[in-house]
């Protein structure tokens, strides 16, 4: 089984940064892609960034411009700075991670237990 560890929420004012971290453990043959996704009230979970084995990234058409997203291969963990932060990013972010536990197995998906994000004044 993959764990997941997220870090780093917060309480932020608009335009400031925070920065999260997960941390993925367990028994993890390979990682295909870790990212981030997030959820608001009322409203479907969206992609904010993800990003690949190969160092590929896609990156959420409203955090554009404002959020990176990295990796540490040895550490399997992800990380996603957040700068410019506005009212409407607030929300509960999960971590989000592809993986093969096994060798000649499929990739599974993993989720984070979520770590809340709110930007206010």
């Known amino acids: 089984q993959v764990q997941l560890v997220e870090s780093g929420g917060g309480l932020v004012q608009p335009g400031g940064s925070l920065s999260l971290s997960c941390a993925a453990s367990?028994?993890?043959?390979?990682?295909?892609?870790m990212g981030w996704y997030r959820q608001s009230p009322g409203k479907q979970r969206e992609l904010v960034a993800v990003i690949r084995s190969g160092g590929s990234t896609t990156v959420g058409d409203s955090v554009k411009g404002r959020f990176t997203i990295s990796r540490d291969n040895a550490k399997n963990t992800v990380y996603l700075q957040m700068n410019s932060l506005k009212p409407e990013d607030t929300a509960v972010y999960y971590c989000n991670v592809v993986a093969v536990v096994r060798a000649g197995r499929g990739p599974n998906t993993y989720w984070g237990q979520g770590t809340q994000v709110t930007v206010s004044s």
């Open positions: 367990g028994t993890i043959f390979s990682i295909y892609a």
